[in-house]
């Protein structure tokens, strides 16, 4: 007989599935409780973010469960960006040195699904359309309404994991009773999904490994591939001014905008405009949160921690990197919820810090920076340097994408490799103008050790 201490875990998205999938393997009695219908048995929503990128982060917890053979079967490989410059130039930057750096695109409710399964095959109990609305920190008890019928429960539920997504009710009911600052940076641009059908025959209409970039400046569009031979696209602009989602109002202004900056696109996308007046526009934002647990009783995890805007394709990685790396403090800490959520927070939360920013400035380089000569010949030369000394100098994007040391790590090297790209292409237009033997020079002395990853 099974005499397993409970653990309740608040959303069953994708951070909170895979949790469960690591608690209940731990043979720990998990109940998710989840304000959605289950997405199994119905529909979803259109133009809500259809599908991610899986990078190295978020593959390394699914093998960790032994279930990235299952998940690999929903994957397409991405193996750089594909820039539509203007007048319908295409070119394309790689991602990575070596043809395993690649990341994949994947369908979120295929994988959200597939995590569900998972999950309760692992032996966990999920609980569909009941919404957390308040928790009380001291008895631990969780207030929930039934989204069919209306009716509210309070439910013993400590402790508690909340992965109840960026708007997460947890962390809200945390800044009402426990009086916590929390910042929510939303950023002045929203986004917009559409959709590439694919061609006769499921065939894809644009070249189908690769992330497709349309940058223009201060916005862009852009479309990642799905299994169905269809791509979806999305369009990242501001709110305001012009041009802007507020400006496009009209059909007119729409088909001008579209005609005038995403020619080759617009021909692609054939109910441009009922999609784009049906789907809403989503808002994006980072989360600040000081304090991510109380006591032993609840912890925050995933974008109800940490949300991130999503231009560097982190925030499912990260939150699926959250749980790799709670299970560990569990394994360290056993049931002593107090210690392993202090060590989860001491270890995780610079490292939020760090990819909240890298995320934000990734924004730029995607719509802009991509464009730039010196931005392409310092990517090269990125990947030179890595080969000369590897281990010690990896392109930042790589750190992130293909590696697992920790954010912080990423991002403090990074700005010291920034350093020596700019100092070495300052006054280079070719890599053949760069001083190979200055740049060994100045790694060796300024990057120090290579970087060491368990
Ligand atoms: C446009 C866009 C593109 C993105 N692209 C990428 C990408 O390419 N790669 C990447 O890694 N990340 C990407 N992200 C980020 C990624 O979507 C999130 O980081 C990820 O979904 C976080 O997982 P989560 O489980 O923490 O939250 P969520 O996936 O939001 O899940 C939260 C769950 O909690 C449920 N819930 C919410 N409130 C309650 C409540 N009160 N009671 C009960 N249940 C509740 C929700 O219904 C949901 O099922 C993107 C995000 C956006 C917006």
Partial sequence: MRANKGITIIGAG???SLLAIFLARRDFDVSVYERRPDLRRQDLPAGRSINLALAHRGIRPLKALGLFEEVRKLLIPMRGRLLHVEHGRLELVRYGRTP???????????????????AEAAGARLLFGQRCDDVDFHSGAVLFTDEATGRRQVVNAAPLIAADGGGSAVRQAMVKHLDIQVTEDILPHGYKELSIPAAAGGRHQLER????????????????????????????LANRGAPSFAALQEPEALLAFFQKEFPDALS???????????????????????????????????????????????GMNCA?????ILDGCIAEYGDD???????????????????????????????DAVRDPKFQLQKQLGFLLEERHPGRFIPRYSMVMFH???????????????????????????????????????????????????
């Fill in 14 to 16: 994708l951070a909170g």
């Fill in 100 to 118: 395993a750096e690649i990341i994949h695109s994947i369908s979120r409710p295929g994988l959200n699904r597939l995590l569900m399964d998972a």
């Fill in 209 to 236: 490994e690769a992330l497709h970039i349309w940058p223009r400046g201060g916005y862009m569009l852009i479309a990642l591939p799905n299994l169905d031979g269809s791509f979806t696209a999305t369009l990242f």
């Fill in 268 to 314: 692609l996308i054939p109910n441009l405009q009922e999609e784009f007046y049906r789907h809403p526009t989503g808002m994006m934002g980072t989360v600040h949160c000081p304090q991510w647990h109380v006591r032993d009783r609840t912890l925050l995890l995933g974008d109800a921690a940490h949300a991130i805007v999503p231009f560097h394709g982190q």
């Fill in 320 to 324: 699926f990197e959250d749980c790799l």
């Fill in 337 to 367: 919820w107090e210690k392993v959520f202090a060590e989860f927070t001491r270890l995780r939360r610079p490292d939020a810090e760090a990819i909240a920013e890298m995320a934000l400035e990734n924004y730029a380089e995607m719509r």
């Fill in 404 to 454: 697992h040391l920790p954010y912080a790590e990423a991002r403090r090297r990074g700005l010291i490799q920034q350093a020596i790209l700019d100092e070495l292409t300052a006054h280079a237009d070719a890599i053949g103008q760069v001083n190979l033997l200055h740049a060994d020079e100045l790694i060796r002395r300024k990057l120090g050790d290579t970087v060491g990853e368990a």
